[in-house]
């Protein structure tokens, strides 16, 4: 015991040697390029003199980085996460510039712009080597996590808390946004994502698809998933005809009163009410825990702590400062990605410019970095669960389309992620299980606009006989990450406002999620029927269901209760049509269910509209401006997946399928209760799913997909 005490002591102290050797180098390079650094006095010193001032300097920046940083970053916990990320580099500088004044004689001296340049470099140095001394020795990096494990538990028995901790098995779940089913199978077979084939292979875990409601997109998904109800959601955006107003998912306050309606219809907080964590991700599931969770965003004060594990990633001066440097590598390996395909002429394309380089490596870089560290946290305190959403590739996937290289390089990534937190998990307190789920996938396909030059509410106008502009207006994206960046400059999600009646001309509000699109006409304060459309706009419909990029309609009818429109004159009674029947013939099992469970929320717009979908190539058309899309019917975008551990029950005993959000929520319940887990949120003698006659599950993907390497 005392030698293995010795040589982690040695091995920490040689470690902290090559840094501290690494930091004083650095200074002795940097005061030899910048004219206005130096390490000697004005008279000049020997070499030995300049090198022993660049050690007590790096030795005394290293020190004030460990002991003042993270005060510091805890008195600026409420500064907005993205400037507090810039004043890294200017907190950095402070730092240096104290550090060189405690030199003796004088004989540090650096401007402050200097020493902001100075100080980064240092810290990228001194990150740099020891990730890299990590990296080249497994064992100092166990024996490291061992410590941190050993130190909150420490923490937690001088809080009065048990030294150990809980026999019973956490959960945690990782939500990779927008990664389909067939897309992971493809990426475990090539290697791509190697932790998740190495889990498949080795059968650690189960691999299991699931399909989503009509509306594909993560306030869907995501709410049912933690809070087991998406009861009146029927797309990413839509207008309420009784408030007047406009709900956006990715909007906070919209999340907050999104969230309350599920609580109120379930009974219930959520899946995480019983010490949980929510990271990242656009509902709180009642978690105790919560950093970078948009319906907590709003709220103001000592409430809200949606931004306090921004403290967790940034009281590490070095990993700040690798943080903000990849960030600005990621910027431009953006702008040279979306020049390139330019120059290539790729089709495919959409705009990339803007701030939209910088949104992409918040999603990429810093929401990654931050969440991560979250859940380590997590691990390492032994909390019971832990769900967390990465949206990196969903982000990437909608402007440089789902199966590009860019979005390739992200799963790549995101791969490395699950791997930290496995090795990380292996040294928490308790034992945990990793469940790995999606919330929707994305089907591929340009845009309605760059393929028939007007966008649905040119289309929409004409058909009300309305004048169609001649520029058409950039239609808004509904990329889960720009809502995070919103929330951590405290900037409100903005939508259009309700246009005011003019005469006798009422102009209908047309928005877009992804390739679904809602028609309401505000004047009329109920459910506009078929036949009430037909008096008002009698050539809206049929210009709308014959065009060649919409598959088909929903509108609700006097005579029929709901009638679905296509093309040529279908009209189908909703509660006569089956799957792989008329407008939904190509749309696939399961989409008259979805269309019928939609047309039963008391929000539902008046028109709702479903681009063509090629069932050949899967490509689908978007309303939005994006070349990966979500949230209709069509293609990969409705197969998610679940991958969970083989020691925990099937999703569904006995065989079937997994259909919605509501039923992925009764499943991971079901889980939490297992090993004496949880009762997580209400006992529920009927968790277990029934079986849906004549779809069978399977595991590892279709039949192109499946490979036994995967």
Same mark, same amino acid.
């Given at each position: 015991? +005392? ?16 840094? /501290? ?11 030899g ?9 004005d ?12 050690? !007590? ?13 993270p005060?510091?970053?805890?008195a ?5 996460? *993205? $400037?507090?990320? *810039?004043?890294v ?6 730092? !240096? ?17 200097t020493? $902001? ?11 740099a ?19 941190l ?9 001088g ?16 939500q990779l ?21 190495? /889990?498949?292979?080795d059968?650690?875990?189960? !691999? ?10 993560t306030?869907?998904?995501?709410l049912?998933?933690?809070?087991g109800?998406?009861h ?5 955006? /839509?207008y ?14 919209? +999340?907050?009163?999104?969230q ?5 219809r379930?009974?219930?907080g ?14 709180s ?10 319906s ?9 702590r ?11 001066p070095?990993?700040a400062?690798?943080?903000? %440097? ?52 997590d ?12 949206? #990196?590739?969903d ?22 992620? %699950?791997a930290?937190?496995?090795?990380v ?23 309605f ?38 929330? +951590? ?34 004047d ?17 419909l ?21 009638v679905? %429109? ?7 009674p ?10 939904? #013939?190509?749309? @696939? ?5 979805a ?9 539902? +717009? ?42 925990l ?17 009764k499943? *991971?319940?079901? /889980?939490?209760?297992?090993e ?17 006659? @004549? ?11 499946r490979?036994?390497?995967?």
């Amino acid at each position: 015991m +005392a030698a293995g005490r010795w040589r982690r002591a040695a091995s920490t102290a040689w470690r902290s040697l090559t840094v /501290w050797a690494a930091s004083t180098l650095t200074m002795l390079i940097m005061a030899g390029i910048l004219p206005d650094f130096q390490l000697q006095s004005d008279t000049g010193d020997s070499a030995s003199r300049i090198a022993t001032t660049a050690a !007590l300097g790096a030795g005394a920046f290293g020190l004030l980085s460990a002991l003042v940083w993270p005060l510091l970053v805890r008195a600026l916990l409420l500064v907005p996460a *993205l $400037v507090l990320g *810039l004043a890294v580099f200017f907190l950095n500088g402070a730092l !240096l510039l104290f550090a060189l004044h405690l030199i003796p004689d004088n004989r540090g001296e650096v401007s402050p712009e200097t020493a $902001v340049v100075v100080a980064a470099v240092m810290s990228a140095v001194a990150s740099a080597t020891g990730g890299a001394l990590a990296v080249r020795d497994d064992d100092a990096y166990r024996r490291r996590l061992y410590r941190l494990a050993d130190r909150r538990r420490r923490a937690a028995v001088g809080q009065g808390a048990a030294a150990a901790g809980p026999p019973t098995p956490g959960t945690v779940f990782l939500q990779l946004d927008g990664v389909g089913h067939e897309l992971l199978c493809r990426a475990a077979r090539d290697d791509v994502m190697p932790t998740v084939g190495r /889990w498949l292979r080795d059968g650690q875990h189960r !691999l299991t698809p699931w399909r989503t409601d009509w509306s594909s997109q993560t306030g869907a998904s995501q709410l049912g998933i933690l809070h087991g109800s998406n009861h009146d959601v029927p797309a990413f955006r /839509w207008y309420e005809k009784d408030t007047g107003e406009i709900q956006v998912s990715n909007r906070p306050t919209s +999340a907050a009163e999104l969230q309350r309606r599920a609580i109120e219809r379930t009974g219930d907080g959520g899946l995480l009410t019983v010490d949980g964590a929510s990271r990242g991700n656009l509902f709180s599931g009642s978690a105790e825990e919560v950093a970078l969770v948009l319906s907590v965003a709003a709220r103001r004060g000592k409430e809200n702590r949606s931004r306090a594990g921004y403290f967790a990633y940034f009281c590490d001066p070095a990993n700040a400062v690798r943080t903000a %440097l990849s960030f600005c590598a990621e910027v431009g390996r953006e702008i040279g990605q979306s020049v390139a395909a330019r120059v290539r002429r790729e089709r495919p394309r959409v705009g990339r410019g803007g701030l939209y380089p910088f949104i992409r490596a918040f999603a990429t870089v810093v929401e990654r970095d931050v969440v991560v560290a979250a859940v380590i946290g997590d691990l390492l305190a032994g909390r019971t669960a832990v769900y967390a959403d990465l949206v #990196a590739y969903d982000e990437v996937a909608h402007h440089s389309g789902p199966f590009s290289r860019d979005a390739r390089k992200v799963l790549e990534r995101l791969d490395r992620s %699950l791997a930290l937190i496995e090795k990380v998990a292996e040294h928490a307190p308790r034992p945990y299980r990793i469940v790995v789920l999606s919330d929707h996938g994305q089907s591929p396909g340009e845009t309605f606009q760059a393929r028939y030059g007007l966008t649905l509410q040119d289309l929409v106008r004409a058909g009300c006989g309305l004048p169609v502009p001649r520029k058409a207006r950039r239609t808004h994206s509904g990329a889960e990450a720009r809502s995070a960046v919103r929330a +951590a400059l405290r900037r409100p999600v903005e939508e259009p406002a309700v246009p005011a009646p003019k005469g006798k001309q009422h102009e209908p509000i047309v928005l877009a999620s992804g390739n679904l699109g809602l028609v309401s006409f505000p004047d009329v304060h109920h459910r506009m029927s078929k036949e009430e459309i037909d008096a008002r706009h009698p050539a809206l419909l049929p210009t709308l269901a014959n065009h060649p990029g919409i598959g088909f309609l929903l509108v609700r009818s006097e005579e029929h209760g709901a009638v679905v %429109l296509g093309a040529r004159g279908a009209e189908v009674p909703l509660a006569d049509l089956a799957d792989g029947q008329g407008p939904l #013939a190509d749309f @696939g099992p399961g989409a008259a269910a979805a269309v019928r469970r939609t047309h039963s929320f008391p929000h539902t +717009a008046d028109i709702m509209v479903n681009s063509m979908y090629d069932p050949v190539d899967g490509e689908v058309l978007a309303f939005e401006e994006q070349i990966g899309s979500h949230g209709g019917l069509g293609g990969a975008q409705s197969r998610p997946f679940l991958l969970s551990p083989a020691e925990l029950s099937e999703p569904v005993p006995g065989g079937g399928e997994l259909v919605g959000a509501e039923q992925v929520h009764k499943v *991971l319940r079901r /889980w939490l209760r297992e090993e004496h887990g949880p009762q997580v949120p209400l006992e529920d003698p009927e968790d277990s799913l029934p079986e849906v006659p @004549g779809v069978a599950s399977f595991v590892a993907g279709p039949p192109e997909a499946r490979d036994d390497s995967a």
